[in-house]
């Protein structure tokens, strides 16, 4: 069973970066396409970014185009997504999945990683 363990969150003002890993344990990178998911309390998980590692295409929510970057390194099994210019809206916890389906109301999510973006 492929699961996905998701680091990298923290508190940081706005305008900052941060950088996202998440770790595919029990499946190859290359075999799925990987995409980044948050949720604020009360509301569904939005898909934000997607890669198929196998060729390399990505996708973004309009929300994030220009300022958050997804990317995957093979090698290490792991999916990262940059993000630059953050805005408190970004405000959620992050979270892993196969796009761009994500897990929806299942208990599949993981822990997850906050990040919190204050003004």
């Known amino acids: 069973e492929v699961q996905f363990v998701e680091s990298g969150g923290g508190l940081v003002q706005a305008g900052g970066s941060l950088r996202l890993s998440c770790v595919v344990s029990?499946?190859?990178?290359?075999?799925?396409?990987i995409g980044w998911f948050r949720q604020v309390v009360g509301k569904e998980h939005e898909g934000v970014a997607c890669i198929s590692s196998s060729d390399g295409r990505t996708y973004y929510a309009d929300s994030v185009k220009g300022r958050f970057t997804i990317s995957s390194d093979n090698a290490k099994n792991t999916v990262y997504l940059q993000m630059n210019g953050l805005k408190p809206e970004d405000t959620a916890v992050y979270y892993c999945?196969?796009?761009?389906?994500?897990?929806?109301?299942?208990?599949?999510w993981g822990q997850g990683t906050q990040v919190t973006v204050s003004s």
């Open positions: 029990g499946g190859v990178v290359n075999d799925y396409a």
């Open positions: 999945a196969p796009c761009p389906a994500g897990y929806g109301d299942s208990d599949n």
